[in-house]
């Protein structure tokens, strides 16, 4: 028998959209996909080609920035050298308002805060100062030009910048040094230079010392309070990255990086200035150079926004195109699952998959009103008698599964026709055997009155040996409750027994471990006379101070020996008790054996006695029975009798409805069986 598939669900049960609908979705998903990684990898293209660029120039605008202010100091410590070789300033020849009239138009020339000139002490008579003790005095006066970081100036009050050279003998250079000339310029000065240079409109340039404290940036107040990343790094970890590229910095390194700053990513690119061990970095944010990746975000999602319109509208006429053709065909299958076979199939005029499948739906609407019109016509014929008929559609429309239903179909034709055919046969055998069941049962209702007679004098008998079996039976009873009362007391007496034994091994037992502790108080006090021994021995080697201690020891020797005597006493009754004991245990074990020979014998007689009642229930049992079945015997004996004349009626009745039922069969039209 086939097996019926389950429905997982009918259209009411499931969530379904359209086809349309679907071919919207892809198209635009679709689409939106592309452009969105398109426009990603586009962006993820600048920014890369942003970055590589950044990393290519910002290095060449650090190097031709740091080259730009070493050129500008180099400058100034020329001219500052030039100073030097003036031989009137040597000499001593000018009086000191000549010295400051002519120092004083360099200082106006040149915008420098102040100008000086010391003798070999580094005193300055002009202003009255001394710069003995500084370094810049100290590289000068040793024949070298030299530039100082930014300096606290008490004579301006400022931070300064001061440049020194040596003052040479009658203005020749590189013979004798007979003091320093110098020149203070304004810090800011620095930071004006570096203020200029910028690589992106936020961007911007500044310089560290040797030692990595600012001392030029267009936030003079960094070079004021002398800020120090790499120190300040320590405390504070949000410097780190900028501490790393500083600290390449003050190594007099070239590079580029990267690091955040206040939250800010920032790009950087420095060189050494070859100056003091000066370097300039230039910096910029990375926002700066961001603007081209934004407007290509931007020029993005408006060519989403225009060519998803324009995916939607093609998707929308697609879907439309399709999804009609495939909603016409839905609905006339829905048609054909209501039981709808004669509407038209809808005309489908594409050339694509859609027309395949207005075909099928066609074919399978012409399938199912051929196979079920010719279903309808094989069960009506045979429904109306006739079980010789045939399909009246070629047999190759049923296809597949609708080939198992024609099959089926003739199968229970052929079946039907099978049937009947055997119960027009069996008609006449019923007919023929009703005959002979008429005289056979004559024949039955004259045994069975001779018999009769026969079965009650057996009766008779059954009830005297039923009341002989139930007297012995009685008997019996009385016997095995007897034997059960002597059982169960001679099973009390074996309990008892039992408890003896079991009381007789722990005494026993306890004997043996009282013996191993005796054991134990000789092996003690064995060990205490050895030691009152050795300590006789230790009281005789003491002399006089040792007699007290000679005598305990010879008193706790003795009660060693004492306690050894005693626990050998001891030993000797317990064994002996052991002994005893042990006797009883054996005694005890043959007495619960003996009883145990008496229970089993009880036993084996409880179990004669209850067989032998067995055997007699069993006795009234088959009497019993033998006495009903006597009686049942005279029962069916009077009911055959009965019985007989009746069938001999049945009979007669039976051979009526078998010329009926063969009249019923005739009616059918069978074929072949």
């Known amino acids: 028998m086939r097996r019926k598939k389950k429905r997982k669900g009918t259209p009411k049960e499931m969530k379904v959209t359209t086809i349309k609908r679907e071919i919207q979705r892809i198209i635009i998903l679709l ?328 075909q099928s739906t066609s074919e399978i609407v012409y399938a199912q009103q051929n196979i079920i019109g010719d279903v309808s016509y094989l069960l009506s014929e045979m429904a109306g008698g006739n079980f010789n008929v045939h399909s009246g559609v070629n047999e190759e429309m049923y296809v597949g599964e609708y080939h198992e239903i024609l099959l089926s179909i003739q199968k229970l034709r052929l079946t039907l026709s099978g049937t009947i055919h055997s119960i027009k046969d069996a008609s006449e055998q019923v007919e023929a055997g009703a005959a002979q069941l008429s005289s056979g049962a004559q024949g039955l209702a004259q045994g069975a009155s001779e018999q009769a007679s026969a079965v009650e004098e057996l009766l008779s008998t059954a009830t005297t040996v039923t009341k002989q079996v139930e007297d012995t039976t009685k008997a019996t009873d009385a016997a095995h409750d007897k034997a059960k009362l002597v059982e169960k007391e001679a099973t009390v007496s074996q309990d008892k027994m039992t408890e003896l034994t079991e009381a007789m091994k722990r005494i026993e037992s306890t004997s043996n471990e009282i013996k191993n502790i005796i054991g134990g108080i000789e092996d003690i006090a064995a060990q205490t006379n050895l030691l009152s021994l050795n300590a006789s021995i230790e009281a005789a080697r003491a002399g006089a101070a040792g007699k007290g201690f000679a005598v305990v020891a010879d008193q706790i020797g003795k009660l060693a020996e004492q306690s050894t005597q005693s626990a050998v006493n001891t030993r000797e009754l317990i064994e002996t008790s052991i002994s005893e004991v042990s006797a009883g245990s054996r005694i005890t074990d043959e007495t619960a054996e003996a009883l145990k020979q008496v229970i089993d014998g009880l036993d084996e007689i409880v179990l004669s006695v209850a067989d032998v009642r067995n055997a007699s229930d069993k006795q009234t049992l088959a009497v019993e029975q033998i006495e009903q079945g006597v009686a049942q015997i005279s029962s069916v004996v009077q009911s055959n009798s009965a019985a007989a004349e009746e069938s001999s009626a049945t009979s007669e009745e039976l051979s009526a409805q078998a010329q009926s039922l063969n009249h019923l069969v005739s009616q059918f039209k069978l074929g072949e069986n």
Not at 129 to 155: E, R
Not at 201 to 218: F, M, P, V
Not at 294 to 309: N, T, Y
Request: net charge negative; proline share 2%.
């Open 31 to 358: 689409l939106a996909t592309a452009l969105v990684l398109a426009g990603g990898i586009s962006c993820y293209l600048n920014y890369i080609s942003t970055s590589d660029a950044l990393k290519g120039s910002m290095p060449v605008t650090a190097t031709e920035a740091a080259s730009e202010v070493q050129a500008h100091l180099h400058a100034t410590m020329n001219i500052v050298e030039m100073i030097g070789t003036i031989p009137q300033l040597a000499s001593g020849t000018l009086t000191p308002s000549q010295k400051h009239t002519l120092l004083d138009g360099y200082k106006k020339n040149y915008g420098w805060e102040t100008v000086f000139v010391t003798n070999n002490s580094g005193v300055d008579n002009v202003n009255h100062t001394d710069i003995s003790n500084t370094q810049y005095f100290k590289t000068a006066l040793s024949g070298t030009t030299s530039i100082s970081d930014p300096v606290y100036d008490k004579l301006t009050e400022k931070l300064a910048v001061v440049i020194t050279a040596p003052l040479w003998k009658d203005g020749r250079q590189n013979t004798e040094v007979v003091g320093t000339v110098g020149i203070t310029i304004d810090a800011r000065s620095l930071t004006d230079i570096v203020s200029d240079i910028k690589v992106s409109k936020n961007g911007g340039a500044y310089i560290l010392n040797a030692d990595g404290r600012t001392i030029a940036h267009e936030n003079f107040d960094l070079v004021i309070n002398e800020e120090n990343d790499i120190e300040a790094s320590k405390e504070d970890a949000s410097l780190k990255e900028i501490a790393v590229q500083e600290k390449k910095m003050t190594q007099g390194q070239s590079g580029f990086g990267k690091y955040k700053y206040n939250g800010q990513s920032k790009y950087i690119a420095y060189a050494p200035i070859g100056i003091n061990g000066w370097s300039l970095g230039v910096t910029t944010p990375a926002s700066d150079f961001m603007d081209s990746t934004i407007k290509g975000l931007i020029i993005i999602a408006v060519s989403l926004a225009i060519i998803l319109l324009i995916g939607a509208y093609v998707a929308r006429r697609t879907g439309k195109h399709i999804g009609e053709a495939v909603s016409l065909c839905t609905e006339r299958l829905k048609l054909l699952a209501a039981g709808d076979l004669t509407t038209e199939v809808p005309e489908i005029k594409s050339k694509n998959e859609t027309l395949v499948l207005a």
